[in-house]
């Protein structure tokens, strides 16, 4: 069972939105913190946003912040990253990741095999 599923990725013109979703199993979600980290050729994989259990956290990346917004919806077991105002530079594959307790660029114990997001100019 693949622990974590990413969707919602594709192709948008700069200035437009997406919304991911990381769809999980209860045993890599319950009690867990969630993230989204993003990764482009020949580059480490980066973090993009974290969101503690309850959802009274979160934590984004300069680059991000007052554009992407980090959701959970624990009776869904699906954590969400909804982008506006995407930018080309925003371009990359977008994993998810949960982690028992760390919350920020070092989580991430289980991992989604990635979303295509391309921003075109």
């Known amino acids: 069972q693949v622990p974590l599923v990413e969707s919602g990725g594709g192709l948008v013109q700069a200035g437009g939105s997406l919304r991911l979703s990381c769809a999980a199993s209860?045993?890599?979600?319950?009690?867990?913190?969630m993230g989204w980290f993003r990764q482009v050729p020949g580059k480490e994989r980066e973090f993009v946003a974290g969101?503690?259990?309850?959802?009274?956290?979160?934590y984004y990346a300069d680059s991000v912040k007052g554009r992407f917004t980090i959701s959970r919806d624990n009776a869904k077991i699906t954590v969400y990253l909804q982008m506006n105002s995407l930018k080309p530079e925003d371009t990359a594959v977008y994993y998810c990741?949960?982690?028992?307790?760390?919350?920020?660029?070092?989580?991430?114990?289980?991992w989604g095999q990635g979303t295509q997001v391309t921003v075109s100019s």
């Open positions: 969101i503690n259990w309850s959802g009274s956290r979160k």
């Open positions: 990741c949960s982690d028992r307790g760390t919350v920020g660029p070092g989580m991430g114990e289980y």
């Open positions: 209860g045993r890599t979600f319950s009690g867990y913190a």
